[in-house]
């Protein structure tokens, strides 16, 4: 099939249609990503600093911060690109090289997963909680969902770049997401469609039944506690982390659980835009400005390099 595909190139549309204010889109998008790097890498600066933090909790937050940027860096530098450029194109590879990438949600997946048994373990067994979640075993949970992820993406990556593509070659998109690509090859994509759902169906729901299974025994749990303050401090990390999960899911149900028949551009526009700009520039925020832990982190950060700076 290789062989009959004729493009070398796609085109992507972008903001095309709105010519007019592609200097603003440009600004708000380069402040949107400008913060997400940065509040993500901060998260990830501080939990690496901070030996207060280096407990299973943070250190999946801080894989959670790392995957957030990879999301932002393979998309939002193209797109600012494209914003300030009349040409528009991205190569043959490069848009695989974004869809392998983006990919990664099946980390993401698994990552939340992880992070809801860490808290109904460190909530429904807490005189377990270093053993079940020890160093070693939290290493080989995070390996695994690195490597899944970049597993199942390469899989779905090959699957989709082998098809035949002989135009046309515009993607009415902000990037190479399955759909719209899909849409342009010169073969029949029926399977193909049916196995994306298919693995779609089992990466999303099988991690959300174990997170749902989880925040189920730690509810159990947190109604029968005595103590309003460890109550109140279970609660705050739980709200935090079920944000994060309602957000990814949410949108990502709605994204690829969908059938053919209902596909809009406009809704693909908004959920691309919300899952690949917005959600990586939340997740830091909601676990910071509800975690007491990580404000105190960093104002002891600020605090340390402030006291270096005035010394020397």
Request: hydrophobic share 50%; charged share 10%.
């Amino acid at each position: 099939m290789m062989n009959q595909t004729t493009v070398t190139y796609f085109i992507i549309l972008g903001f095309s249609a709105f010519t007019d204010v592609c200097l603003p889109i440009f600004l708000f998008f380069l402040f949107v990503y400008l913060a997400t790097f940065i509040s993500n890498a901060s998260v990830a600066y501080i939990v690496y600093s901070d030996p207060a933090l280096h407990s299973p909790m943070y250190f999946f937050l801080c894989n959670l911060s790392i995957l957030e940027i990879c999301y932002s860096s393979v998309t939002m530098p193209k797109n600012l690109i494209n914003l300030l450029s009349k040409d528009k194109r991205i190569s043959f590879n490069g848009c695989a090289v974004q869809m392998f990438f983006l990919g990664l949600g099946t980390t993401e997946c698994l990552l939340l997963a992880i992070m809801a048994f860490d808290r109904f373990t460190a909530i429904c067994r807490p005189l377990y909680y270093s053993l079940i979640m020890s160093a070693q075993i939290c290493c080989r949970l995070a390996v695994f969902s690195w490597f899944s992820g970049l597993l199942l993406s390469m899989g779905q990556t090959i699957l989709i770049f082998s098809l035949p593509y002989c135009g046309p070659n515009v993607i009415d998109h902000f990037f190479c997401d399955i759909p719209p690509v899909l849409k342009l090859a010169c073969s029949d994509t029926y399977l193909n469609e049916i196995s994306i759902f298919s693995v779609s169906v089992v990466i999303l729901l099988t991690p959300f039944l174990l997170i749902l299974g989880s925040y189920t025994q730690i509810l159990s749990t947190l109604l029968k506690m005595t103590s309003v303050e460890n109550r109140s401090k279970a609660y705050s990390i739980c709200v935090s982390h079920l944000i994060s999960v309602t957000l990814f899911y949410g949108t990502g149900c709605f994204m690829y659980l969908r059938p053919r028949s209902r596909y809009s551009s406009r809704i693909d526009h908004f959920l691309a835009l919300f899952y690949s700009v917005v959600t990586p520039l939340l997740n830091p925020l909601i676990y910071s400005l509800r975690n007491q832990e990580v404000k105190m982190s960093f104002l002891k950060i600020l605090d340390i390099k402030f006291f270096v700076k005035n010394k020397t």
